[in-house]
Every structure is written in structure tokens, then in C-alpha cells.
């Protein structure tokens, strides 16, 4: 009897099928507590929008600068200011942004951490399937205790973001400083164009280098057992660069086409008024988020597991 050969486990479409397998069971398990949790982040965002431009700074920035009628009354005319009128609509914006410095600070910590909690969170959910196959053998925990898992590995996925940054910005400020001591020690224009191509072309590969190689830490980071995952990240993609390089650029490209798909229906918005549009924004944003989430962690999990599987030496 004719037997049909088996698939490679670590092939291209094994991981598409495992990984559109595992975005079910995100979407399932915990699509509408991530779209809750950036629901209410967005409300909190558009009610900042809205009292700082409904404030008297933000009423008459909005005057001076005829945005009901330029943005959301579907004129083409673009505003004429006089010099005047251009140093107070500068002095205005400052104003609102000086108010509304402190909320902001707060916000951007909250969706710092809500973007930690929501990779851990679809993490916790779809790892332990993921990590089998077929997809979906070993049964499912609570929500209650997903969410307390995910909380506890939040710290660690922000490290890990934090360890990836801090290491990239390195990398481009290192890249840098043989441009600047060109140009301390007086060095020709040729030689400075030169020396910034080079730093340019340096930096560039530097980067795609290490997005490779880091690009999976917070993925890591979240199921545990690793650390901040960086460590982990850097070995189980030693010799498997392109391997892992194709699979981030499909999963960047499917989450981006995703996400812009559902933000491009804020274009129609723009004639129902400012605050009927910042709330439209907002909440498609939030389905945006939760849908970019689900479609990464899910794709990157499956990557891991490939990459641990066809790298045995990873561990050394």
C-alpha cells in the first residue's frame, strides 16, 4: 500500500497551517478580553483628546485652524494663518501640551504595560497547544488563570523590550561615532559623505541582524523558563537566519495587512463631528491591537518551536 510521505514539521507550510491553527485558539480563548482591555485604554485616550481640545486653548486652536471645516467638513481649502496667528496656534498647541504632559506619561506607561500583559496573555494561551502537535491536543486552563499567569510574566517580556531597545540604540550610537570623529577631525566633504554611507549601510544590517536574532526574546520571555528570553532569542537562531527571517516577515506583513484593513474604515468618520471620529479611531485601534497581537505571538510561537526543532544544539 502506498503511503503518503511525511511532511516536514519544520517546513514553510507546516508552520503556516500550525500558525493559523494557533491564531483560532487566541481569538477563541482571549480575542475579547485583548479587544476589552484596549477598549478601555482607548476610551481613556479619547476622553484625554477630547478635554484637551474641547479646553479654551484646544477650542480656539480649533477656531484659528478651521479643523471642523478643513478636517471634518470635507473641505479641500487649506487654512491661511498670518505670522500672528502662526505664533499663537504654536503657543496654543504648547499650552495643551504642557496640561496635558501628565496624562500622558500615565497613558503611555499603561499601554506599555497592557502591550507586556496582552503578548503574555495570548502567549499563556496558545503555547501549551503549540508546543504539540496537532494543534490543540492538551486542554485548555481557566481565563482566570491565564490571566493571572500573564501577569506574572509581564515584568519579563518589558525587560526583554527594554533589553532589545537598549541594545539596538547601542548599536546605532556606536555606529555613529566614526562620522562624528570625521567631522572633529575636519574632514573633507567626501570623506564625510563617504563615512555616512558606510555608517548607513553599517546600521541598516546591524539592525536587520539583530531584529533576526532578538525578535523572538518577548515571545520567549512570556512562556517562561528562560528569563527575559534575549539569551534564548540569540541561540535558537544561531545558523537558522534566513529560516527565521522568512517567517517574521510573513507574520509582519499578515498582522500589518490586518490591522490596516480594520483602520481603514476611520476615513469614514471624518464628517460625524471630533469626538464621534476620536471615538471611532480609537476603538478600531483597539481592534487593531488585539488582532496584530493574536497574529505575532501566534506566528512567532510556531517559530520557536521550529527553530528549537531543527536546531538541537541550541542549548549549548
Request: charged share 10%; proline share 3%.
Amino acid at each position: 500500500m502506498w503511503v503518503p510521505p511525511a511532511r516536514d514539521a519544520t517546513s514553510f507550510s507546516a508552520w503556516f497551517d500550525r500558525s493559523v491553527a494557533a491564531v483560532k485558539i487566541a481569538a477563541r480563548r482571549v480575542g475579547l478580553l485583548l479587544v476589552t482591555v484596549w477598549l478601555l485604554l482607548g476610551v481613556a485616550g479619547w476622553a484625554l483628546v477630547v478635554w484637551a481640545f474641547e479646553s479654551g486653548s484646544g477650542r480656539e486652536l480649533r477656531d484659528l485652524l478651521d479643523i471642523e471645516q478643513n478636517v471634518f467638513g470635507g473641505s479641500t481649502a487649506t487654512a491661511q494663518l498670518t505670522d500672528a496667528e502662526a505664533d499663537r496656534a504654536w503657543e496654543l498647541i504648547q499650552d495643551i501640551f504642557w496640561s496635558a504632559l501628565p496624562w500622558l506619561i500615565v497613558l503611555g506607561v499603561a499601554v506599555v504595560v497592557a502591550s507586556a500583559w496582552s503578548v503574555a496573555l495570548a502567549v499563556r494561551a496558545v503555547h501549551p497547544h503549540v508546543a504539540e502537535s496537532p494543534v490543540g491536543e492538551r486542554p485548555a486552563e481557566p481565563l482566570s488563570a491565564l490571566v493571572r499567569g500573564a501577569v506574572r510574566r509581564t515584568p519579563a517580556v518589558i525587560g526583554s523590550g527594554i533589553v532589545v531597545l537598549g541594545v539596538l540604540g547601542g548599536v546605532w550610537v556606536a555606529a555613529w561615532l566614526p562620522l562624528v570623529l570625521v567631522v572633529v577631525a575636519g574632514g573633507g566633504g567626501a570623506a564625510i559623505v563617504l563615512t555616512a554611507v558606510f555608517v548607513v549601510l553599517l546600521v541598516l544590517g546591524a539592525t536587520v541582524l539583530l531584529w533576526v536574532r532578538f525578535s523572538l526574546a518577548s515571545v520567549i520571555a512570556a512562556v517562561g523558563g528562560c528569563g527575559i528570553g534575549v539569551k534564548h532569542s540569540w541561540r535558537i537562531t544561531n545558523g537558522r537566519f534566513w529560516f527565521v527571517a522568512g517567517r517574521l516577515v510573513v507574520t509582519g506583513l499578515i498582522a500589518g495587512v490586518a490591522s490596516g484593513s480594520v483602520n481603514a474604515v476611520t476615513g469614514f468618520g471624518q464628517f460625524l463631528g471630533f469626538a464621534v471620529y476620536a471615538a471611532i479611531v480609537f476603538v478600531l485601534q483597539a481592534v487593531a491591537i488585539a488582532v496584530s497581537v493574536i497574529l505575532t505571538v501566534s506566528g512567532h510561537l510556531v517559530t520557536i518551536d521550529q527553530a528549537e526543532a531543527a536546531n538541537p544544539n541550541h542549548t549549548s
